[in-house]
């Protein structure tokens, strides 16, 4: 065989076999660790927070390639964003940059949605003068008619 | 970078010799074997050849019990709804092990929605079917008992002949899937007293496309394709004549090097298992261990606190073809029914992955995997794994060598999920 087939698109492909932020942070604000009950896999994310804002990201995964990729892209997804618009992240966002994944793939994202949302979860169980803040910013925007999805 | 092909138990290369036979049957000898002309005879000869050279490999009495098919699924769907169909007077109830190919658990779970029963008998930790089992399932309403020869994901090698006397005994059709074994391991359908046998060529250096069905004369059968009388009535539809010619050159071929394609595969299999036992901490071997009550070219091995697709890509980015029966392989989701049945532990069933080695792997070969599987696949894998991390953390314990520390990997994933492992 001279050319390569791949299961997964390049760009997964890619990120299967030089992951991005994989590993631990040892000083993490934030650790989430969830499981999918469909298939078995494991994830977890550890976030660095400095004032509101994700400074840094590490994934560690037991899982299939697509598991991998996805937390590996998530990782890189989130870094630079703040705590509200993490708590706004969709699983969507992993499978267009990837490129897309297999229709049986696509719960792999919402596995690293779910590790992102545990990690900030549990910073804010931590830090509950933050997460009053959040409640307070998402209050008074539902009070707000113009932001309102009309 | 060197490439290993170890998925021999989904396909083989064709053998040069089987190629060269079939090339005339495409353009040449391109008749149709129902016509009554030249055309037509040649090709009616040519697939009597290769029955005769099917009926050998497996000591059928008369090549006449040779029945040409598409496929294996199309074979066991044949010998399931084709021996029910034709005894639904006499009984309605089937007898299988519940670590059988779909082709057959899912033909049985056709007939149950027609009102047959079955009984699926249950297998030990390593796939062994208890044929005294077989025996008790069976009742005065059993119109067949399908146990297959060698089991298509842990090697396993049943008691064919002990479950053929019962069945001989009670005077009920016994049907064996030898999808796994032929080619590989001696078949001699009078011994094992089979009514029906199966096997695909492409398992042993033949070509895809077509499919054996063993059918001993006594055993009563209706056809399940509709259409002309090809196959003595019992498969309709035109012969795939030049994939029949290619089936005998490679059963004839298989029956001549068997003993020596068995010596060859048993020894390089138990190098492949040392070599990954000693280099590899917390792999578990399922099924039998490489002997006599394991088929000789085959391995399904469990590596802890790694996933088993994982696996499988990593090693063919190494140039090593593998397969695996971990769920995140599965298009359903779920792990292999044959690791739930010998009761391996969910964990386990997710790291799994299955070697089968052919003729042509060389000692070479088998040292380039278990240096490439120790040295890159696994370290690099379980170095992403929180699992493996946990582990040595004392936070989950392994299932393979336990050490006490920790809860099983299991309850932990059970735990993070919130729902409990399928």
Known sequence: ?150 | MRRVYLDHLSATPLLPEAFEAMKPYFIEAFGNASSLHQYGLQVRDAIARARSQLAALINAPSAEDIIFTSDGTESANLAIKGVAYANQRRGNHLVVSEIEHPSVLNSVEFLEKQGFTCTRVKVDGEGMVNPEDVRAAITDKTILVAVHHVNHDIGTIEPIREIGRICAEKGVPFYVDAEASAGWLPIDVQQMGASLLSFSPHKFYGPKGVGVLYRNKKARLVSILHGGVQEGGRRSGTENVPAIVGAGVAAEVALRELNQRFAHTSRLQKKLWEGLKANVPYIKLNGPEPGPRRAPHTLNISTEFIEGEGQLLMCDLNGIAVASGSSCVSKSLKISHVLAAIGLDHALAQGNIIMSLGKDTTDEDIDYVVEKFSKVVVPKLRNMSPMWDEFQRGIIDSVISPTGRGRSFTEHAAAVSGKPAH
Request: proline letters at 4%.
């Open chain 1, 1 to 150: 065989m001279s050319e390569t087939y791949t299961l997964y698109n390049q760009t997964v492909m890619d990120h299967f076999m030089n992951p991005r932020n994989m590993g631990d942070l040892p000083d993490a604000d934030g650790v989430g660790e969830v499981g999918a009950a469909a298939c078995g896999d494991i994830m977890k994310i550890s976030l660095k927070i400095q004032d509101g804002k994700i400074t840094d990201a590490r994934f560690k995964t037991f899982g299939c390639g697509s598991a991998i990729a996805s937390s590996s892209m998530a990782t890189e997804l989130i870094k630079g964003r703040t705590v509200e618009e993490a708590l706004n992240f969709s699983n969507q966002e992993v499978v267009d940059a990837l490129g897309g994944l297999p229709p049986v793939k696509i719960h792999c994202s919402v596995l690293a949605e779910e590790a992102l949302k545990a990690a900030l979860e549990d910073y804010l169980k931590k830090h509950p003068e933050v997460a009053a803040k959040v409640q307070q910013k998402e209050a008074e925007k539902a009070a707000t008619p113009e932001t309102a999805n009309a």
